[in-house]
Protein backbone atom coordinates (compact mmCIF):
# COMPACT_ATOMS: atom_id res chain seq x y z
CA UNK A 1 0.00 0.00 0.00
CA UNK A 2 1.12 3.27 -0.98
CA UNK A 3 1.95 6.15 1.89
CA UNK A 4 -1.00 8.49 1.88
CA UNK A 5 -0.73 12.05 1.18
CA UNK A 6 0.59 13.71 4.46
CA UNK A 7 -2.76 15.52 4.99
CA UNK A 8 -4.71 12.34 5.11
CA UNK A 9 -1.76 10.31 7.17
CA UNK A 10 -1.51 13.63 9.82
CA UNK A 11 -5.06 12.97 10.38
CA UNK A 12 -5.31 9.24 10.84
CA UNK A 13 -2.52 8.86 13.30
CA UNK A 14 -4.18 12.19 15.07
CA UNK A 15 -7.28 10.43 15.10
CA UNK A 16 -5.32 7.28 16.56
CA UNK A 17 -3.35 9.70 19.33
CA UNK A 18 -6.58 10.91 20.37
CA UNK A 19 -7.85 7.04 20.90
CA UNK A 20 -4.99 6.56 22.82
CA UNK A 21 -6.14 9.14 25.39
CA UNK A 22 -9.96 8.22 25.08
CA UNK A 23 -8.55 4.95 26.15
CA UNK A 24 -6.29 5.80 28.81
CA UNK A 25 -8.14 8.66 30.70
CA UNK A 26 -11.19 6.84 32.01
CA UNK A 27 -10.90 6.05 35.74
CA UNK A 28 -7.17 7.07 35.74
CA UNK A 29 -7.30 7.60 39.83
CA UNK A 30 -9.16 4.53 41.23
CA UNK A 31 -6.38 2.40 40.80
CA UNK A 32 -3.92 2.67 43.88
CA UNK A 33 -0.62 3.95 44.33
CA UNK A 34 2.33 1.52 43.65
CA UNK A 35 5.39 1.81 45.97
CA UNK A 36 7.64 3.05 43.12
CA UNK A 37 4.69 5.84 41.87
CA UNK A 38 3.98 7.03 45.44
CA UNK A 39 8.24 7.62 45.51
CA UNK A 40 8.02 9.53 42.71
CA UNK A 41 5.17 11.58 43.59
CA UNK A 42 6.71 12.55 46.90
CA UNK A 43 9.59 13.79 44.41
CA UNK A 44 7.36 15.71 42.77
CA UNK A 45 5.73 17.16 45.85
CA UNK A 46 8.86 18.38 46.88
CA UNK A 47 9.79 20.37 43.48
CA UNK A 48 6.10 22.05 44.03
CA UNK A 49 7.62 23.29 47.56
CA UNK A 50 10.46 25.00 45.13
CA UNK A 51 13.19 22.48 46.53
CA UNK A 52 15.81 21.78 43.70
CA UNK A 53 16.26 18.36 42.21
CA UNK A 54 18.62 16.13 44.08
CA UNK A 55 19.90 12.89 41.32
CA UNK A 56 20.26 10.27 43.74
CA UNK A 57 21.89 7.14 42.32
CA UNK A 58 20.20 4.41 44.26
CA UNK A 59 17.32 3.85 42.43
CA UNK A 60 15.63 6.84 41.56
CA UNK A 61 16.30 7.20 38.25
CA UNK A 62 16.60 10.55 36.36
CA UNK A 63 14.96 14.09 36.35
CA UNK A 64 12.93 14.00 33.27
CA UNK A 65 10.28 12.34 34.18
CA UNK A 66 9.45 15.40 37.09
CA UNK A 67 10.65 17.85 34.68
CA UNK A 68 7.32 16.70 32.69
CA UNK A 69 5.25 16.13 35.33
CA UNK A 70 5.83 19.40 37.52
CA UNK A 71 3.70 21.97 34.87
CA UNK A 72 1.17 19.35 34.24
CA UNK A 73 0.36 18.66 37.95
CA UNK A 74 0.34 22.56 38.39
CA UNK A 75 -1.58 23.37 35.42
CA UNK A 76 -4.68 21.06 37.09
CA UNK A 77 -4.03 23.07 40.53
CA UNK A 78 -1.94 21.13 42.55
CA UNK A 79 0.27 23.35 44.68
CA UNK A 80 1.63 21.04 47.41
CA UNK A 81 2.19 17.66 48.08
CA UNK A 82 -0.83 17.26 49.92
CA UNK A 83 -3.02 18.65 47.37
CA UNK A 84 -1.84 16.14 44.08
CA UNK A 85 -3.59 13.64 43.35
CA UNK A 86 -3.60 10.36 41.98
CA UNK A 87 -5.16 11.39 38.24
CA UNK A 88 -3.26 14.48 38.00
CA UNK A 89 0.21 12.91 38.34
CA UNK A 90 -0.26 9.80 36.00
CA UNK A 91 -1.84 12.54 33.33
CA UNK A 92 1.67 13.11 32.70
CA UNK A 93 2.45 9.47 30.95
CA UNK A 94 -1.15 9.74 29.33
CA UNK A 95 -0.22 12.29 27.39
CA UNK A 96 3.56 11.14 26.64
CA UNK A 97 2.04 7.83 25.65
CA UNK A 98 -0.94 9.09 23.73
CA UNK A 99 2.02 11.28 21.90
CA UNK A 100 4.05 8.73 21.06
CA UNK A 101 1.03 7.39 19.18
CA UNK A 102 0.78 10.36 16.93
CA UNK A 103 5.03 10.03 16.77
CA UNK A 104 3.91 6.82 14.58
CA UNK A 105 3.08 9.40 11.55
CA UNK A 106 6.75 10.72 11.56
CA UNK A 107 7.95 7.18 11.04
CA UNK A 108 5.92 6.38 7.86
CA UNK A 109 8.72 7.60 5.83
CA UNK A 110 11.17 5.70 7.68
CA UNK A 111 9.39 2.08 8.21
CA UNK A 112 6.17 2.26 5.75
CA UNK A 113 2.62 3.40 6.33
CA UNK A 114 1.04 0.14 7.30
CA UNK A 115 4.01 -1.00 9.52
CA UNK A 116 3.83 2.49 11.86
CA UNK A 117 -0.18 2.45 11.41
CA UNK A 118 0.12 -0.87 13.01
CA UNK A 119 2.12 -0.22 15.83
CA UNK A 120 0.14 3.25 16.52
CA UNK A 121 -3.24 1.03 17.25
CA UNK A 122 -1.31 -1.64 19.02
CA UNK A 123 -0.05 1.32 20.88
CA UNK A 124 -3.27 3.13 21.17
CA UNK A 125 -5.14 -0.11 22.92
CA UNK A 126 -2.70 -3.15 23.64
CA UNK A 127 -2.56 -3.82 27.60
CA UNK A 128 1.03 -3.17 28.14
CA UNK A 129 1.25 0.56 26.84
CA UNK A 130 -2.09 1.64 28.29
CA UNK A 131 -1.47 0.20 31.46
CA UNK A 132 2.18 1.88 31.84
CA UNK A 133 0.91 4.68 30.41
CA UNK A 134 -1.41 5.23 33.24
CA UNK A 135 1.42 4.81 35.70
CA UNK A 136 3.28 7.32 37.19
CA UNK A 137 6.76 5.79 36.48
CA UNK A 138 9.42 6.33 34.03
CA UNK A 139 9.19 3.48 31.61
CA UNK A 140 6.62 5.95 29.04
CA UNK A 141 8.44 8.59 28.70
CA UNK A 142 11.56 6.18 28.19
CA UNK A 143 9.61 4.55 25.36
CA UNK A 144 8.81 8.01 23.77
CA UNK A 145 12.31 9.50 24.36
CA UNK A 146 13.76 6.05 21.96
CA UNK A 147 11.03 6.24 19.75
CA UNK A 148 12.48 9.92 18.80
CA UNK A 149 16.29 8.78 18.25
CA UNK A 150 15.44 6.50 16.20
CA UNK A 151 13.58 8.72 14.65
CA UNK A 152 15.15 12.01 14.24
CA UNK A 153 18.74 9.42 14.20
CA UNK A 154 17.20 7.97 10.55
CA UNK A 155 15.96 11.46 9.25
CA UNK A 156 19.57 12.50 10.17
CA UNK A 157 21.57 10.06 8.05
CA UNK A 158 19.05 10.60 5.27
CA UNK A 159 19.02 14.30 5.05
CA UNK A 160 22.26 15.05 6.46
CA UNK A 161 20.93 17.69 8.53
CA UNK A 162 22.57 19.48 11.70
CA UNK A 163 19.38 20.30 13.04
CA UNK A 164 18.35 16.95 13.01
CA UNK A 165 21.39 15.32 14.48
CA UNK A 166 21.36 18.03 17.67
CA UNK A 167 17.39 16.53 17.73
CA UNK A 168 18.47 13.19 17.93
CA UNK A 169 21.51 14.14 20.37
CA UNK A 170 18.62 15.70 22.63
CA UNK A 171 16.29 12.67 22.50
CA UNK A 172 19.35 10.34 23.73
CA UNK A 173 20.16 12.48 26.53
CA UNK A 174 16.46 12.06 27.46
CA UNK A 175 16.52 8.86 27.58
CA UNK A 176 19.58 8.41 29.77
CA UNK A 177 17.96 10.96 31.76
CA UNK A 178 15.02 8.99 31.85
CA UNK A 179 16.76 5.55 33.09
CA UNK A 180 20.14 4.98 33.47
CA UNK A 181 19.75 2.00 31.70
CA UNK A 182 19.68 3.62 28.15
CA UNK A 183 23.30 2.72 27.63
CA UNK A 184 21.65 -0.80 26.47
CA UNK A 185 19.67 0.69 23.84
CA UNK A 186 22.17 2.68 23.02
CA UNK A 187 24.85 -0.41 22.25
CA UNK A 188 22.03 -1.84 20.78
CA UNK A 189 21.38 1.02 18.40
CA UNK A 190 24.96 1.08 17.82
CA UNK A 191 25.23 -2.71 16.87
CA UNK A 192 22.45 -2.78 14.54
CA UNK A 193 23.03 0.40 12.55
CA UNK A 194 27.08 -0.83 12.36
CA UNK A 195 25.20 -4.43 10.59
CA UNK A 196 22.91 -2.61 8.49
CA UNK A 197 25.66 -0.35 7.25
CA UNK A 198 28.25 -3.43 6.72
CA UNK A 199 25.54 -5.34 4.98
CA UNK A 200 24.16 -2.18 2.71
CA UNK A 201 28.03 -1.56 1.39
CA UNK A 202 27.97 2.06 0.64
CA UNK A 203 30.73 3.67 2.83
CA UNK A 204 28.89 7.34 1.64
CA UNK A 205 26.08 5.96 3.87
CA UNK A 206 28.10 6.18 7.26
CA UNK A 207 27.58 9.61 8.97
CA UNK A 208 29.67 12.59 8.19
CA UNK A 209 32.09 13.86 11.30
CA UNK A 210 30.71 16.83 11.58
CA UNK A 211 26.57 15.27 12.20
CA UNK A 212 28.23 12.92 14.89
CA UNK A 213 29.88 16.07 16.78
CA UNK A 214 26.97 17.70 16.80
CA UNK A 215 24.82 14.82 17.94
CA UNK A 216 27.61 14.46 20.74
CA UNK A 217 27.79 18.11 22.11
CA UNK A 218 23.67 17.64 22.29
CA UNK A 219 23.71 14.54 24.22
CA UNK A 220 26.04 16.39 26.95
CA UNK A 221 24.64 19.37 27.31
CA UNK A 222 21.50 18.60 27.06
CA UNK A 223 22.31 15.44 29.99
CA UNK A 224 24.65 17.88 32.13
CA UNK A 225 21.67 20.50 32.07
CA UNK A 226 19.34 17.59 33.27
CA UNK A 227 21.27 16.03 35.78
CA UNK A 228 22.27 19.08 37.56
CA UNK A 229 18.87 20.66 37.02
CA UNK A 230 19.88 23.12 35.10
CA UNK A 231 22.77 24.19 36.47
CA UNK A 232 21.76 23.87 40.39
CA UNK A 233 23.05 21.00 41.19
CA UNK A 234 26.47 20.27 39.77
CA UNK A 235 27.11 16.94 42.22
CA UNK A 236 24.31 15.05 40.14
CA UNK A 237 27.19 14.63 37.52
CA UNK A 238 29.85 12.37 39.79
CA UNK A 239 26.98 10.75 41.50
CA UNK A 240 25.60 9.21 38.14
CA UNK A 241 28.85 7.83 37.94
CA UNK A 242 28.25 6.46 41.58
CA UNK A 243 25.50 4.84 39.46
CA UNK A 244 27.27 2.60 37.73
CA UNK A 245 28.52 -0.12 39.65
CA UNK A 246 24.84 0.32 41.78
CA UNK A 247 23.05 -0.96 39.00
CA UNK A 248 25.28 -3.27 37.65
CA UNK A 249 25.10 -4.75 41.57
CA UNK A 250 21.39 -4.58 40.87
CA UNK A 251 21.40 -6.31 37.78
CA UNK A 252 22.09 -9.38 39.60
CA UNK A 253 18.53 -9.46 41.13
CA UNK A 254 18.09 -8.09 44.91
CA UNK A 255 14.88 -10.09 44.89
CA UNK A 256 13.41 -9.30 41.32
CA UNK A 257 15.29 -12.72 40.17
CA UNK A 258 13.26 -14.09 37.04
CA UNK A 259 14.10 -16.84 34.13
CA UNK A 260 14.71 -16.24 31.22
CA UNK A 261 11.72 -16.20 29.27
CA UNK A 262 10.28 -14.30 31.72
CA UNK A 263 9.42 -11.38 29.09
CA UNK A 264 7.40 -13.67 26.68
CA UNK A 265 4.84 -14.33 29.51
CA UNK A 266 4.53 -10.72 30.02
CA UNK A 267 4.62 -9.31 26.22
CA UNK A 268 2.64 -12.01 24.65
CA UNK A 269 1.14 -14.87 27.06
CA UNK A 270 -0.67 -16.50 23.87
CA UNK A 271 2.16 -15.96 21.34
CA UNK A 272 -0.29 -14.01 19.05
CA UNK A 273 1.83 -11.08 18.59
CA UNK A 274 5.28 -13.07 18.55
CA UNK A 275 3.77 -15.16 15.28
CA UNK A 276 3.22 -12.33 13.68
CA UNK A 277 5.83 -10.34 14.37
CA UNK A 278 8.03 -13.29 13.24
CA UNK A 279 6.42 -12.72 9.39
CA UNK A 280 7.72 -9.23 10.29
CA UNK A 281 11.37 -10.25 10.77
CA UNK A 282 11.26 -12.52 7.53
CA UNK A 283 9.72 -9.50 5.93
CA UNK A 284 12.36 -7.21 6.73
CA UNK A 285 15.48 -9.46 5.92
CA UNK A 286 13.91 -9.93 2.29
CA UNK A 287 13.58 -5.92 2.17
CA UNK A 288 17.23 -5.84 2.98
CA UNK A 289 18.34 -8.67 0.73
CA UNK A 290 16.74 -7.07 -1.65
CA UNK A 291 18.54 -3.81 -0.85
CA UNK A 292 15.56 -1.50 0.26
CA UNK A 293 13.91 -0.35 3.31
CA UNK A 294 16.83 -1.66 5.47
CA UNK A 295 15.36 0.56 8.42
CA UNK A 296 13.36 -2.79 8.86
CA UNK A 297 16.29 -4.97 9.30
CA UNK A 298 17.97 -2.73 12.21
CA UNK A 299 14.77 -2.54 14.30
CA UNK A 300 14.65 -6.22 13.88
CA UNK A 301 18.40 -6.58 15.39
CA UNK A 302 17.86 -3.91 17.79
CA UNK A 303 14.85 -5.42 19.27
CA UNK A 304 16.20 -8.74 19.25
CA UNK A 305 19.56 -7.49 21.03
CA UNK A 306 17.52 -5.69 23.98
CA UNK A 307 15.14 -8.62 24.62
CA UNK A 308 18.37 -10.77 24.89
CA UNK A 309 20.03 -8.66 27.06
CA UNK A 310 17.26 -8.17 29.39
CA UNK A 311 16.44 -11.59 29.30
CA UNK A 312 20.05 -12.37 30.28
CA UNK A 313 19.37 -10.20 33.12
CA UNK A 314 18.44 -11.62 36.45
CA UNK A 315 16.70 -8.59 38.15
CA UNK A 316 13.31 -8.32 36.12
CA UNK A 317 10.19 -6.38 36.09
CA UNK A 318 6.92 -6.19 34.17
CA UNK A 319 7.33 -2.88 33.63
CA UNK A 320 10.53 -3.18 31.93
CA UNK A 321 8.83 -4.93 29.02
CA UNK A 322 7.75 -1.65 27.41
CA UNK A 323 11.22 -1.32 26.03
CA UNK A 324 10.64 -4.34 23.59
CA UNK A 325 6.88 -3.45 22.62
CA UNK A 326 8.15 -0.62 20.19
CA UNK A 327 10.15 -3.09 17.91
CA UNK A 328 7.64 -5.49 18.48
CA UNK A 329 4.76 -3.78 17.11
CA UNK A 330 6.68 -2.47 14.67
CA UNK A 331 7.54 -5.77 13.50
CA UNK A 332 4.01 -7.16 13.75
CA UNK A 333 3.16 -3.79 11.25
CA UNK A 334 5.29 -5.30 8.60
CA UNK A 335 4.08 -9.18 9.17
CA UNK A 336 0.58 -7.54 8.76
CA UNK A 337 2.29 -5.38 5.42
CA UNK A 338 4.25 -8.90 4.42
CA UNK A 339 1.12 -10.71 4.56
CA UNK A 340 -1.35 -8.02 3.27
CA UNK A 341 1.05 -7.56 0.19
CA UNK A 342 0.53 -11.39 -0.87
CA UNK A 343 -3.12 -10.87 -0.90
CA UNK A 344 -4.32 -10.03 -4.32
CA UNK A 345 -7.64 -10.63 -4.46
CA UNK A 346 -10.22 -7.63 -3.35
CA UNK A 347 -12.24 -10.39 -1.13
CA UNK A 348 -8.89 -11.82 0.31
CA UNK A 349 -7.48 -8.38 1.64
CA UNK A 350 -11.55 -7.79 3.10
CA UNK A 351 -10.62 -11.23 4.90
CA UNK A 352 -7.33 -9.78 6.35
CA UNK A 353 -8.73 -6.72 7.81
CA UNK A 354 -11.56 -8.39 9.17
CA UNK A 355 -8.81 -10.74 10.74
CA UNK A 356 -6.28 -7.30 11.96
CA UNK A 357 -9.97 -5.56 13.26
CA UNK A 358 -10.63 -9.07 15.64
CA UNK A 359 -7.23 -9.61 16.34
CA UNK A 360 -7.46 -5.41 17.76
CA UNK A 361 -10.30 -6.03 19.53
CA UNK A 362 -8.93 -9.00 21.22
CA UNK A 363 -6.15 -6.84 22.01
CA UNK A 364 -8.77 -3.74 23.33
CA UNK A 365 -10.42 -6.75 25.89
CA UNK A 366 -7.19 -7.58 27.45
CA UNK A 367 -6.62 -4.30 28.16
CA UNK A 368 -10.15 -3.86 29.65
CA UNK A 369 -9.81 -7.04 31.79
CA UNK A 370 -5.77 -5.66 33.15
CA UNK A 371 -5.77 -1.92 33.11
CA UNK A 372 -9.29 -1.30 34.02
CA UNK A 373 -11.69 -4.52 35.46
CA UNK A 374 -8.62 -6.04 37.50
CA UNK A 375 -5.42 -3.35 37.51
CA UNK A 376 -4.56 -3.82 41.13
CA UNK A 377 -5.46 -7.77 41.41
CA UNK A 378 -2.79 -10.06 42.22
CA UNK A 379 -3.45 -12.61 39.54
CA UNK A 380 -3.14 -9.61 36.83
CA UNK A 381 0.75 -10.23 35.76
CA UNK A 382 0.91 -6.63 34.96
CA UNK A 383 0.27 -5.55 38.51
CA UNK A 384 3.75 -6.34 40.45
CA UNK A 385 3.73 -6.49 44.11
CA UNK A 386 0.98 -4.11 43.98
CA UNK A 387 -0.59 -2.02 46.62
CA UNK A 388 -3.99 -3.30 47.24
CA UNK A 389 -6.80 -1.99 47.87
CA UNK A 390 -6.87 -2.21 51.31
CA UNK A 391 -4.65 -0.26 52.15
CA UNK A 392 -6.65 2.82 51.07
CA UNK A 393 -8.77 2.21 54.40
CA UNK A 394 -6.29 2.96 56.50
CA UNK A 395 -6.09 6.55 56.17
CA UNK A 396 -9.97 6.77 55.62
CA UNK A 397 -10.01 4.98 59.46
CA UNK A 398 -7.66 7.41 61.29
CA UNK A 399 -9.87 10.18 59.93
CA UNK A 400 -12.94 8.45 61.18
CA UNK A 401 -11.19 7.69 64.52
CA UNK A 402 -10.06 11.78 64.60
CA UNK A 403 -13.65 12.71 64.36
CA UNK A 404 -14.99 11.38 67.18
CA UNK A 405 -11.90 11.79 69.26
CA UNK A 406 -11.86 15.41 67.98
CA UNK A 407 -8.42 15.09 66.88
CA UNK A 408 -7.62 17.74 65.00
CA UNK A 409 -4.13 17.18 64.53
CA UNK A 410 -3.57 13.63 65.20
CA UNK A 411 0.14 12.56 65.95
CA UNK A 412 1.08 9.48 63.59
CA UNK A 413 4.45 7.42 63.95
CA UNK A 414 5.35 4.84 61.34
CA UNK A 415 8.13 2.36 61.90
CA UNK A 416 8.99 0.18 59.25
CA UNK A 417 11.86 -0.81 57.38
CA UNK A 418 10.47 0.52 54.17
CA UNK A 419 7.21 2.41 54.64
CA UNK A 420 6.70 2.76 51.19
CA UNK A 421 3.72 3.81 50.09
CA UNK A 422 2.38 5.25 53.22
CA UNK A 423 3.69 8.73 52.89
CA UNK A 424 1.61 9.31 49.95
CA UNK A 425 -1.82 7.66 51.71
CA UNK A 426 -0.69 10.13 54.75
CA UNK A 427 -0.18 13.05 53.10
CA UNK A 428 -3.18 15.14 55.01
CA UNK A 429 -1.94 14.44 57.81
CA UNK A 430 0.38 17.46 58.68
CA UNK A 431 2.06 15.53 62.04
CA UNK A 432 3.80 12.34 60.38
CA UNK A 433 6.80 10.64 61.63
CA UNK A 434 8.38 7.91 59.73
CA UNK A 435 11.08 5.78 61.78
CA UNK A 436 13.28 2.63 61.45
CA UNK A 437 12.52 -0.33 63.59
CA UNK A 438 14.34 0.05 67.00
CA UNK A 439 14.56 3.87 66.65
CA UNK A 440 12.60 5.77 69.67
CA UNK A 441 9.41 7.26 68.42
CA UNK A 442 8.10 9.18 71.34
CA UNK A 443 4.41 9.39 71.89
CA UNK A 444 1.68 9.47 69.51
CA UNK A 445 -1.93 9.12 68.99
CA UNK A 446 -0.85 6.04 66.34
CA UNK A 447 1.73 3.78 65.32
CA UNK A 448 1.67 2.34 61.96
CA UNK A 449 4.12 -0.84 62.07
CA UNK A 450 4.44 -4.52 60.24
CA UNK A 451 3.27 -7.72 61.85
CA UNK A 452 7.08 -8.10 63.55
CA UNK A 453 7.22 -5.74 66.39
CA UNK A 454 9.73 -6.22 68.92
CA UNK A 455 12.01 -4.34 71.89
CA UNK A 456 10.48 -1.17 73.78
CA UNK A 457 8.11 -0.68 71.42
CA UNK A 458 6.34 -4.13 71.59
CA UNK A 459 6.37 -3.10 75.54
CA UNK A 460 4.10 0.07 74.54
CA UNK A 461 2.23 -1.39 72.03
CA UNK A 462 0.94 -3.69 74.47
CA UNK A 463 -2.50 -2.04 75.46
CA UNK A 464 -3.01 -0.92 72.35
CA UNK A 465 -5.68 -2.15 69.87
CA UNK A 466 -4.20 -3.71 66.60
CA UNK A 467 -6.27 -2.96 62.82
CA UNK A 468 -4.65 -5.00 60.13
CA UNK A 469 -3.95 -3.66 56.65
CA UNK A 470 -2.88 -5.55 53.70
CA UNK A 471 0.12 -3.38 51.85
CA UNK A 472 1.21 -5.65 49.25
CA UNK A 473 0.50 -9.65 48.64
CA UNK A 474 1.82 -10.95 51.80
CA UNK A 475 2.83 -7.58 53.31
CA UNK A 476 0.89 -6.57 56.26
CA UNK A 477 0.46 -3.12 58.07
CA UNK A 478 -1.07 -2.53 62.00
CA UNK A 479 -2.80 0.50 63.07
CA UNK A 480 -2.62 0.52 66.34
CA UNK A 481 -4.77 2.68 68.41
CA UNK A 482 -5.18 3.32 72.40
CA UNK A 483 -8.15 1.06 73.53
CA UNK A 484 -9.87 3.42 75.30
CA UNK A 485 -9.81 5.92 71.99
CA UNK A 486 -11.25 3.19 69.79
CA UNK A 487 -14.82 3.10 69.30
CA UNK A 488 -17.41 0.32 68.87
CA UNK A 489 -16.79 -1.04 64.91
CA UNK A 490 -18.44 -3.63 63.80
Known amino acids: ?49 GEKYHYDPQDRHGPVLYLFAKPVVELCGAKTFSGLTEAELRLTPVIIGSATVLMFGAGVEMFGFIPCLIA ?54 LMLAGKETAIIHFFALAVAAVICLWLAKQPEKIPPAKMLLTASISFLAASILLFTWFG ?81 IPYKTPWLALNFWLPLALLCGFGVEGVWLQIKAATG ?48 RIEEICRERQLAQPRIAVVAADAWPLPWYLRTFSQVGYWQPGQETGAADFFITPPEVSGPLAERLGHFRPEFFGARPNVLLILWTPPETLPKHE
Open 232 to 312: QNWSALAELFRAIPHFAERAGGQGHEKPFGYYLSILDPQFLFFIVAATGIYAVICDAVAGTRRAGLLLAIYGVLIFLIYSA
Open 1 to 49: MANPPPKIRWAIFIALALLALAVRLPQLGERPMHTDESINAYITGRLLA
Open 349 to 396: RWIAAIAIAAFILVAGKQTKTLAFDRPADERNPLAYAHTTEDILGLPL
Open 120 to 173: ALLFAVAPLPVYYSRYFIHETLFVAATWGLILSGGRALKSRSILVAALAGFCAA
